[in-house]
DNA sequence: CAGTGTAGGTACTGATCGGTAACATTTTGT
DNA sequence: ACAAAATGTTACCGATCAGTACCTACACTG
């Protein structure tokens, strides 16, 4: 069904690398549906090709699997060059960054939650090869906040990541399950009391302005 | 394996209904190893019983996994009730006890996070019977936390749910994707210090001390 | 032109899935 | 004791799964 935008995008027309292609399908499908339920089949028919094409490229399903994984992380990335290219030098801009577009991902229906997570649901194995990947990346994700903390000159940069990476991870999960309504307003709320707390002084002995205080208007939207 | 234990625990020995074995079977492989992973068969062989009773009492697999959620709601429902009993009328007190007891389950290596939140990351469609469940009673969980921050006289005590709710969820989510090393005492430095920010005043204009004020037995179980 | 490697296509394996039919057996209520 | 209900057993259905064998078609390189 609805192939036809797929096959313009990622068929074999465009003069892609069928392996680029069976990469970008298996990343759409193992995202919007899941990693379990979604056949390889499926993957090469939406790469425009087939399954034999697929197991020259990856081992197993499980390699194109971490592939896939290794794949996101890269995304990450770029958005973190993202930041650095909008606000060069100033961490705490960057940042901030990070967190309004974090907000705003919650607000987007198709929006299904970390890929990582998501994938770390889905293999309760620990010995998955997947999860080396995943664990590797996430801790990656969480250090690029500490050494962000660390250069915006905020206190106990560890546990700043700490926090605002739990509260980011839990936003993701919580818009999951029972929706993203008001969500994202929330999520900056916090992340900017969050940040403020560690802008000086020491730990949570502070005192903390969240928010601009005005009262009133605190689940305005993104 | 070690059906050693579940043919005495839930095997057709024990005086139990079948439907209340298979429900048993269920919560244990549905949590353990993942919804869509687990089949029909093996419930039915981890209840010492067979497909057809499971057929006979539920009608569909779906059906018996939205009945799983629903005894995992009341099982969450049975800890409020602990708590009460531990600390009758202590609303703030209750408070912390289940913060304590959420930071205990994270040093479980066997804790899989929750079973409501991995189950909406293994039926991404939004129209699955069973995630109107898991709506719910997330919101209900929610709903209990502000319930108890009201109670415990704590300023905005919807606001200090959401922010309670959302710190453990990423707490548990976190625990899956990358370890719980050193999460729980995290999580309860965190949420002391959400909560410490709603005793009095509003909002987050207030001064935070994070660690409990009586020092010594902050830890103290339920 | 010949040779080589990549890609597409078809058909297959063996296993497992959710769900059902038909029948035998045991438990239960009276 | 007897009937009715609940449970056990086996076999089956169509679909799908991950993965493979085998062959053909094309493109590039010499």
């Known amino acids: 069904m609805k192939t036809a935008e797929n096959e313009l995008s990622l068929a074999k027309n465009a003069r892609i690398s069928p392996r680029q292609r069976l990469l970008a399908a298996a990343a759409e499908l193992f995202y919007r549906h899941g990693i379990r339920v979604v056949g390889v089949d499926a993957i090469a028919e939406a790469a425009g090709t087939n399954k034999m094409t697929l197991y020259r490229h990856f081992a197993s399903k499980d390699e194109l699997l971490a592939e896939y994984l290794r794949e996101m992380g890269k995304r990450g990335d770029q958005c973190w060059g993202a930041y650095e290219a909008a606000h060069p030098g100033d961490a705490l801009a960057q940042l901030r960054a990070w967190l309004a577009e974090m907000a705003d991902h919650l607000a987007n229906p198709d929006d299904r939650g970390c890929a990582l997570a998501n994938a770390a649901v889905e293999l309760p194995d620990k010995a998955h090869p997947a999860r080396r990947v995943i664990e590797k990346l996430k801790l990656g994700q969480r250090d690029r906040l500490a050494e962000l903390a660390r ?38 709320r916090m992340g900017e009391a969050m940040i403020a707390s560690h802008v000086s002084g020491k730990g949570w002995r502070v005192s903390v302005r969240a928010t601009p205080v005005r009262a009133g208007n605190d689940e305005q939207k993104s």
Request: hydrophobic share 45%.
């Open 151 to 188: 250069k915006a000159g905020l206190s106990e940069p560890e546990m700043l990541a700490d926090e605002l990476y739990l509260l980011l991870e839990g936003a993701r999960v919580t818009a999951q399950s029972v929706g993203a309504e008001g969500l994202g307003a929330r999520l900056i």
